[in-house]
């Protein structure tokens, strides 16, 4: 039964009664009273419901005796359903209904429906599958819930045989096919003929609950839950989620089942997880008591805690609210409860606990009837194995695992991720990559994306290790792809990944040889990270305040090995302070791990800090000597060989240095060093070196050292040594650039040791196909043979990405001279002479070289004076060189004969006198070279050079310098010239501009003070205005002397109007009165005032008043507008200048009275009301149609005038009126 609380609506709604909470059986009565049949009447024995014995035999002989009725049985089943003694609850009843089999069939039906709702309740609480420990009850009963399905089976068929249309049959059916499908497994991906056995128990069981909602009326909420249950189960989450909506507001009180668990559970297959919470809580509000709520919400706090790393301050928190508020909780209210057990069985695995977790597991796996509970409690299991080392095991249980959640495509990726680690452990890593490239494809894993990263970057790293030739490119791709991708997941805010340093360090060693920035950004990452793992109380106390001594105190409690890997990155970088600095803090902290190094039983230490120490030691030393800190460097390999005298490399890096600084002490020094160790290869490139730079240069190969020793190197110690291999292409290369070719045979052998330094540089190229050096004489070979300069551009320019040395940077120099780039040639010589470690004299001498080539093509004497200087500064550095002397003298004539050959305009005396200088000098510099035992060039050239300058260019240069003096004279008398004339322009322009300026500052002068009058006249116009409206309120307002308020002035009343006549009778008096000369007098005519020059209505009347009357007619009806002030706001300023009185006097409403006493006459008009010429001039037609015009643009001041004072006669006097109005110029209502 279904329990009750107080609330009405279940969410929002409170109920005023008080909160009342009833359990399932809570209708079972305490005692019931059975009837029987005595000697003295029927009787009734008591039975005490509360205190029930397991031994039935005794009470079923009463009922059946009795023949009580079924109430009776199925209520004591029902009491012992409720101390949880099913199994007597269910042979009671069959017994029953045995007693029952010649009863009615409802009565049979009824027992029928309450055994089949008994062995469901049976088949819900056991096992699912045979249980290998005993539940908290001591219960033995070791039946599954196949058993119970099939016990119920048959029962339920039987009843629906008797009554297929009983309600409880329905209900008890959706029940038994929800249970049937739990069973099934879940298929991958059934097709759309094929349905899953599953899919159709639950569309079965939805349309069992179906009907029983049909019999209720819709009413039944459990069928509710039912249908919903299967919604769920069938993957229709928004279908179940309005069900266990409507099943919610129907009965909002339920508490066991409880609507608000399904809710939350679709809420959070939505997506919608904080809702779902919202929904457990109240679940858990209403019943405390709830084991599925408080599963849930350990579930959902354990999802937020995964959002956080476990150092975050936000994870623990939610953990402990997890595991100790929720889940420990459901544990204590049910300890079988399969959810529970498999969240408690993780928090153990995490502690290592496994008697718990294998507990708990079998507990999640065989007392569940949801797949994916199962499959939680394999994978548990699965873990446990594979962390003790059985994984045979493991694989089967990570398989049964995948296989409870649909395998395949579905499955549960940690046991498909389980599984592909068992395959890496195996060593089965093509399995491996296999089972995670699908886990990648379905879910883009983290975990899995590092794993298939790794596996594939190992997979490279084997290879190197071995030296493999195999192309191992699709598989570094691979692999950088897969850790990029995890890498750039944790810059995503929304998935919280953590940071992992294996990832970076992997990818470090991807990019090492590629990509060294990129290596470098690695390892700096990792670093940040170490650095912020390092807590406060794990600084020095001794520390300084500033935040660079703290990084420096958190950076010596790194790794060594982490620093020095930074440290050679910033060495191949060129940045050589940076790596120093990495190299000794990496050095100090290697020497305090030394110091708390840990030593084994045998006293040897653990970890080998020693030689750390020596690695770090040397790599410090060769940064000191690219930082040109040779004494440093000196000291720190004499210390390395101290502790170490049989340190190879710090003897070799010694002996160099000797060589460097004192040749002879250093010759002895390589000579000893191969002596001592002649099988060393390091040692025997060093003194291949050594000979290289002291040899005497010859064309015999088989008289050159160099060549011998690298013959020997190959012939008695390693054939395929890169190093005398790269030597003899070289000494093969520089014998056939200086062989002759002024013959064929002289060509055919010079092509000849061409291609023999071509098979030495193809043989290294062949065992090493990333060796620049052997790339870069191929390269040269291939521009001075072939002359394919765009091959060797291209050589050049791949070498110039691996080898850092200045001979690149020549070589590429060299090619594009040749090919006349001489920009870039310059650009590339001098990178060279800046990577070289002094300022090589052969790299000035091609700058000299290609600035001369330039100047000759261009005719820029600029780009002689640079040859000529890096030609000195060559010589500068080898004072000796016979060479570098005649490239200067060779300069000097070239820039004579260009200061010949040019112009006047384009050189200065100066530049010429500096050319006959230099021209001297050139030819007392071929003399002393003509008299050297080995010239440049021959002797007789030399010679015949030096007396060309001295007999034909020395005239050359005198004359040149006449006319230049002469030139320069004339140019600086017409340049005088032309500055005078410039300066006056520019001061009379000046002057020009001054005038215009005085000029524009007096019109901007006028117009300030124009600008000034008028506004003057304004504010005096505005103040004039001001007045005259101030007069004209003291005229219309007044103040009363009794009470002294303000109030308007008092009109005399008007004379009252005679009545109009009609039309027609008008007319003919107006026709009558215009013969005989006389006007009808008007009690209400406004005299006009002298400023407009209007005409007086005094006592004459107007001749054209039927043109005015018709005028006014057609003004009233159409033309006139509503306000009738707007001819008065339109006349202009001179207008309201000119008769300021008369516009006052026009404005300002007056008593009849009033006009006829204190108004003038009107000028230009007599008694008789007649015009006078003076007055209007020709009395002409177009005269008196502008006087019309003119005298209705008055009549409407008029009219605005009288509208105030004479509305309230306007309605029984408005014809008179009207006729009147066209009278007088100045009449109104």
Not at 1081 to 1099: H, N, Q, V, Y
């Amino acid at each position: 039964m279904a329990t009750t609380n107080g609330y009405t609506n279940g969410v929002n709604g409170t109920h005023d009664e008080p909160h009342q909470l009833y359990p399932r059986f809570s209708d079972i009565p305490a005692g019931l009273d059975i009837p029987v049949r005595g000697e003295d009447g029927d009787e009734a024995v008591n039975l005490d419901l509360t205190e029930l014995i397991d031994e039935t035999d005794e009470l079923c002989d009463l009922l059946e005796n009795e023949n009580a009725a079924k109430n009776y049985w199925i209520t004591i089943a029902l009491a012992y359903a409720k101390q949880r003694k099913v199994d007597i609850a269910i042979s009671i009843l069959d017994k029953g209904l045995s007693a029952h089999a010649r009863g009615r069939s409802e009565d049979r039906l009824s027992i029928m429906t309450c055994l089949c709702w008994l062995y469901l309740d049976k088949c819900r609480h056991a096992p699912r599958v045979k249980p290998s420990q005993q539940s908290q009850e001591g219960d033995k009963d070791d039946r599954t819930k196949e058993h119970f399905i099939k016990a119920v089976i048959p029962i339920l068929n039987e009843a629906q045989k008797m009554n297929p249309a009983y309600p409880p049959l329905a209900m008890a059916q959706g029940t038994l096919q929800l249970l049937q499908a739990s069973m099934q497994q879940a298929k991958s991906a059934p097709t759309s003929r094929e349905q899953s056995e599953r899919t159709i128990l639950l569309q079965q069981a939805a349309m069992a609950f179906d009907r029983a909602l049909g019999f209720s009326g819709g009413k039944n909420v459990m069928a509710l839950l039912g249908k919903a249950r299967a919604s769920f189960s069938l993957g229709n989450v928004q279908g179940a989620l309005q069900l266990y909506q409507q099943a919610l507001d129907r009965a909002p009180d339920m508490l066991d089942p409880d609507p608000r668990i399904g809710i939350g559970c679709c809420l959070w297959t939505l997506g919608h997880k904080d809702i779902a919470q919202t929904a457990w809580q109240r679940s858990v509000e209403l019943n405390p008591d709830s084991k599925i709520a408080h599963a849930l919400l350990g579930l959902y706090y354990l999802d937020q805690s995964h959002q956080y790393n476990r150092t975050d301050p936000e994870w623990e928190p939610l953990y402990k609210k997890a595991m100790t508020t929720h889940t420990q909780t459901a544990f204590k209210i049910d300890g079988m409860h399969a959810l529970t057990c498999a969240n408690f069985g993780d928090y153990f695995l995490r502690r290592k606990q496994w008697v718990n977790v294998e507990r708990l597991a079998r507990r999640a796996i065989e007392h569940t009837d949801v797949n994916a509970i199962a499959s939680d409690g394999w994978c548990l299991l699965a873990l446990q194995s594979h962390y003790e080392g059985d994984l045979s095991k493991a694989a089967d249980q990570y398989n049964r695992s995948d296989q409870a959640r649909g395998a395949d495509e579905r499955g549960y990726l940690p046991a498909k991720f389980g599984m592909a680690q068992l395959r890496t452990v195996m060593r089965d890593f093509d399995g491996a990559k296999f089972r995670l490239e699908k886990i990648v494809e379905r879910s883009k894993s983290l975990e899995a994306m590092t794993l298939l990263g790794v596996l594939h970057a190992e997979e490279v790293f084997a290879a190197q290790a071995a030296g493999s030739k195999e192309d191992k490119s699709l598989e570094t791709k691979r692999a950088i792809n897969s850790l990029e991708a995890v890498r750039m997941a944790w810059k995503d805010p929304k998935r919280k990944a953590q940071k992992d340093a294996a990832v970076l360090l992997n990818l470090g060693r991807l990019y090492e040889n590629d990509a060294p920035e990129k290596a470098l950004s690695c390892l700096k990452e990792v670093e940040e990270m170490q650095m912020a793992d390092i807590s406060d109380g794990d600084l020095p106390e001794d520390m300084g305040p500033s935040e660079e001594e703290e990084k420096q105190a958190r950076r010596l409690l790194l790794a060594p090995q982490l620093l020095s890997n930074i440290g050679c990155f910033n060495f191949q970088a060129e940045k050589f302070s940076e790596a120093c600095e990495y190299f000794k803090t990496a050095l100090n902290a290697s020497v305090q791990q030394r110091n708390t190094e840990q030593l084994d039983e045998e006293g040897n230490a653990i970890d080998d800090s020693d030689a750390l120490v020596c690695t770090i030691s040397y790599n410090l030393a060769r940064t000191y000597e690219a930082m040109s800190m040779d004494d440093q460097a000196n000291d720190v390999y004499r210390s390395l060989l101290v502790r170490h005298p049989d340190y190879i490399d710090a003897r070799t890096r010694l002996a160099y240095l000797s060589l460097i600084s004192n040749p002879s002490e250093g010759a002895e020094a390589v000579k000893g060093l191969l002596e001592t160790d002649p099988g060393n290869m390091d040692v025997r490139a060093l003194y291949g070196w050594y000979v290289h730079t002291a040899k005497k240069r010859t064309l015999a190969l088989n008289e050159d050292a160099e060549q011998r020793h690298y013959k020997q190197t190959l012939q008695s110690y390693d054939k395929h040594d890169l190093y005398s291999l790269t030597g003899m292409g070289n000494l093969h290369l520089a014998v056939a650039r200086e062989m002759p070719r002024d013959t064929d045979q002289h060509k055919e052998k010079r092509s000849k040791m061409y291609a023999r330094a071509v098979e030495f540089y193809d043989k290294v190229l062949t065992l090493d196909p990333k060796n620049a050096f052997a790339a870069q004489g191929m390269g040269i070979a291939v521009v001075e043979e072939k002359r394919d300069t765009a091959a060797a551009i291209q050589i050049f320019s791949k070498v110039r990405e691996s080898v850092k040395e200045a001979s690149v940077h020549v070589n590429l120099g060299h090619v594009f001279t040749e090919v006349k780039q001489y920009s870039r040639a310059i650009e590339n010589y001098e990178l060279a002479l800046v990577k070289s470690r002094e300022r090589e004299p052969g790299i000035l001498a091609c700058l000299g070289r290609v600035w001369l080539v330039r100047g000759r093509q261009e005719k820029k004497l600029d780009a002689y004076k640079t040859s000529l200087d890096f030609s000195r500064q060559a010589l500068e550095a080898a004072p000796d060189n016979i060479n570098y002397r005649f490239n200067i003298a060779f300069v000097q004539i070239q820039l004579a004969q260009m200061i010949i050959s040019l112009p006047e305009a384009q050189k200065t005396l100066v530049d010429v006198e500096q050319a006959s200088q230099g021209l001297d000098e050139a030819i007392e510099s071929f003399g002393r070279i003509a008299k050297e035992p080995n010239p440049p060039f021959p002797r007789g050239d030399i010679e015949q050079r030096a007396n060309m300058g001295r007999n034909t260019m020395k005239r050359q240069l005198a004359s040149a310098i006449e006319r230049q003096a002469e030139y320069e004279r004339n140019n600086a008398e017409r340049l005088e010239e032309a500055r005078r004339k410039r300066e006056e322009e520019v001061r009379k322009r000046e002057e020009e501009k001054r005038l215009a300026a005085e000029k524009a500052e007096e019109e901007r002068r006028k117009i300030r003070e124009e600008r000034e009058r008028i506004a003057e006249e304004d504010r005096q116009l505005i103040q004039k205005r001001m007045d005259e409206e101030q007069a004209r309120e003291a005229e219309l307002w007044t103040t009363d002397e009794e009470t002294g308020e303000r109030r308007k002035r008092e009109r005399k009343p008007k004379e009252k109007r005679q009545k109009r006549k009609k039309k027609s009778e008008d007319s003919a008096d107006d026709d009558t009165d215009a013969e005989n000369g006389k006007s009808r007098p008007r009690s209400g005519a406004a005299s006009a005032t002298p400023a407009t020059g209007s005409d007086a209505e005094g006592g004459s009347r107007r001749k054209t008043k039927k043109r005015k009357l018709e005028s006014r007619k057609g003004r009233t009806t159409g033309a006139s507008s509503k306000y009738k002030s707007k001819d008065i706001v339109e006349e202009s300023d001179d207008e309201d200048l000119e008769g300021v009185a008369g516009a006052t006097a026009s404005s300002q409403p007056t008593r009849d009275e009033d006009r006829d006493e204190d108004m003038p006459e009107t000028p230009g008009a007599d008694e008789d009301g007649a015009r006078t010429p003076g007055a209007m001039g020709a009395e002409d037609e177009d005269g008196e149609e502008r006087i019309v015009s003119r005298a209705n643009q008055r009549k409407k001041a008029a009219r605005i005038l009288d509208d105030d004072d004479d509305e309230e006669e306007g309605q029984d006097q408005e014809p008179e009126g009207v006729a009147q109005a066209g009278e007088s110029d100045h009449g109104g209502d």
